[in-house]
């Protein structure tokens, strides 16, 4: 998980790991040393779902006092708090059931939820068996809070300084894997289906395949538009009570590395 391998970096007992941003924000709120070296790719894959017998609900708005399944403290949760900012709601408009996304799809089955808040591939799984339709797809959660929702590697500082060489020849293939799966559509969905299939999860090809490709793995560099959810989200975690302060983000950032492997 994102927060295993963060305490793993740390700790000392892995040199790199990926992320989202929300949570090298938390880390970096406690202070704690860490480099952000480069991205991984891009793009909120959650979606929000309501039964397929739900006919009429169109937005967030029509949901009110509806029982809510989400991962509480996730990064979709941050998400999510920021897309009720943008429509003018709150999180106590609905009764908010804590759940961990794997067991969202069964919790939805048994009837005991209104609405789910998932991640793929779990949003998916609940479409193909006929259980929810998707009321906000992620583009328009995206588009509507603004919400970039990057995946960061990043690395132990003392390591990095003491290991720069190391650092650059594993961004360089890195950043070659990247390409491959925004080139190799195939070869990719071949190897997470696989993936999926040793997971005990059978998926239809088509879903695996959206399921990776609702994300974006041409953006390697951090741009204003990953600064700007960046900070978003730590102000948001901060309002939430999540950490105790906002971080500086840009003291972080270690760009060199993968600039030097794009050619800049």
């Not at 949901?63 to 996730?74: C, E, T």
Request: proline content about 3%; aromatic content about 10%; charged content about 25%.
């Amino acid at each position: 998980s994102g927060s295993a391998s963060l305490q793993a970096v740390i700790g000392g007992s892995a040199d790199m790991g990926v992320g989202l941003h929300s949570r090298v924000i938390q880390v970096l709120a406690k202070g704690l040393p860490l480099c952000v070296i480069g991205m991984v790719q891009y793009g909120l894959t959650s979606k929000i779902l309501v039964p397929v017998r739900d006919k009429t609900s169109k937005t967030m708005a029509d949901l009110k006092g509806k029982r809510l399944a989400i991962q509480v403290g996730s990064g979709t949760y941050v998400a999510w708090r920021i897309l009720l900012k943008y429509a003018g709601l709150k999180e106590k408009d609905y009764i908010v059931k804590n759940l961990k996304t794997r067991l969202i799809p069964a919790t939805f089955q048994s009837g005991s939820i209104d609405v789910a808040v998932a991640w793929e591939p779990y949003a998916s799984i609940m479409v193909s068996k006929g259980l929810a339709r998707v009321l906000i797809t992620n583009d328009e959660w995206s588009r509507v809070g603004k919400i970039v929702y990057p995946v960061f590697l990043y690395a132990n500082c003392d390591w990095v300084k003491k290991n720069k060489a190391t650092t650059q020849k594993f961004v360089n293939v890195w950043i070659k894997a990247i390409k491959f799966v925004n080139s190799n559509h195939k070869e990719t969905v071949d190897i997470m289906a696989k993936a999926y299939k040793g997971w005990g999860l059978t998926i239809p090809r088509a879903k695996v395949k959206a399921g990776i490709y609702t994300r974006g793995y041409d953006k390697m560099t951090f741009d204003d538009d990953v600064m700007t959810d960046t900070n978003n989200f730590a102000q948001m975690m901060y309002d939430i009570k999540k950490i105790k302060f906002i971080p500086d983000f840009k003291k972080a950032l270690m760009p060199e590395f993968t600039n030097k492997a794009l050619g800049k």
